[in-house]
């Protein structure tokens, strides 16, 4: 009886051990990374920013376990530049994509070799990283696919055209080209985002046991306003009067190349998709607590430009900007400013709002921090950990800048509490200039560029010294094709 009992006293001394060591190893395993990209998401559409319409449980959640930003920009007014610039953590003025433009057969102008991505730093510190969604920054085999640009596995749109259509042709993996023969002819049978989703929960199973990076950059709410019945049904005749858009169907020559398709219940299916991106925030979260690395995981949440008025989509109607003025392509507040949420329990103090000034370029330098890795000397981003762990010492921007390569070009700078913006760039005669005070104008109503000379002046020297020439995107962009 007593050697029984012996015996069970070790075993359980030996399990307690063994239990003990796995629990420091997991202590002392870096921190995955998760950063979820919503698609042309405004800053008012989740309720925890103040959408009246509809809500965003899931995300909601985000904000009520991490921190809140008020104050985050994404990097640029549209799709592939501010793509660029939070993958290589370079203003539009520096970053080496800084329009959209598409190339043949598929894609768009592709990331360079040289181009240091977030992917490839976390690599190099011996994270396993994948990216599930929408990636426009380079066609497969060129070097701006996203196997060579740090991610050990890809799947979804190569080319942000082809992401207009959520029941697409095909998608990628890797180099694999996916068709989706649920989708032939008139038959929409593959809903991509459900594939992508389902994709970037089994990486989170395969690498459970490894620090991982997953970068999903959703389709969600971006133009076409198509979705499943069953996600739509629940919304049908709640968001009346309805609008209704007339497309390209099947039988269109730009049926599923981009074109969006038509829609009669426009209001509803744009509540409905928000639902499905927000469904599928609380999916991943739950995964992360049945894997047991919900702890050990960092999740961001963010959208790479403001809300967009094409296929139907109604800004105004849901107050998609909230306070904000302007839209998708503008470098007014509503075009540039997004939510950012920040979870990590234990570190990031639950419930908190943070007014830092930041922007999609200072993801690299704080991932950096994160894990302990060497920055790159040509980014212009600033690591904002210091402001996540609640510790002194964060540093802060002189000022931000962004460019825009469409409609004669734009520019904006953000200084402190001023903002800066200027239009029609590319010809003299019609350029603009407007300064706006944000601590008492945050809808940017009141132009105060006459009664402030001297910080015009001071904000156009900036200007130039915040950029360097580009080949590909001068300013001035007549001739270029472009694409969303």
Known sequence: MKTHYLAGLAAL??????????????????PNIIYILADDLGYGDLSCYGQQKFQTPHIDQLAREGMRFTNHYAGCAVCAPSRSTLLTGQTTGFTPIRGNIGVKPEGQIPLPAESFTVAELLKQSGYVTGAFGKWGLGFIDTDGDPNKQGFDQFYGYNCQTLAHNYFPGHLWDNQTKVELAGNIDNQFGDYAPELIHQQAMQFLEANKDTSFFLFYPSVIPHAELKLPEADLAQFRGKYDPEKSYEGADYGHPRFRKGGYGSQAECHAAFAAMVA??????????????????????????????????EGGADPDYFDSNGPLRGYKRDLYEGGIREPMLVRWPGHVAAGTTSDLISAFWDVMP????????????NIQGISFLPTLLSQPGQKKHDYLYWEFHENDGRQAIRQGDWKYVSYKVSDPEQQ?????????????????????PEIVEEMTQILWAARTESAEFPFGMAGHSTTE
Not at 432 to 452: I, R
């Open 432 to 452: 603009t200039h407007e300064l706006y005070d944000l601590a008492n104008d945050p809808g940017e109503e009141h132009n105060l560029a006459d009664q402030y």
């Open 366 to 377: 704080t991932v950096a921090d994160l894990v302990g890795a060497e920055k790159p000397t």
């Open 276 to 309: 499905v991106l927000d469904n599928q925030v609380g999916e991943l979260m739950a995964k992360l607590k049945e894997l047991d690395i919900d702890e050990n995981t960092i999740v961001i949440f963010s959208s790479d430009n403001g809300p967009h008025r």
């Open 13 to 30: 001394a030996a399990l307690a051990a063994c239990q003990n060591t796995a629990t420091k190893e997991k202590a002392a395993q870096k």
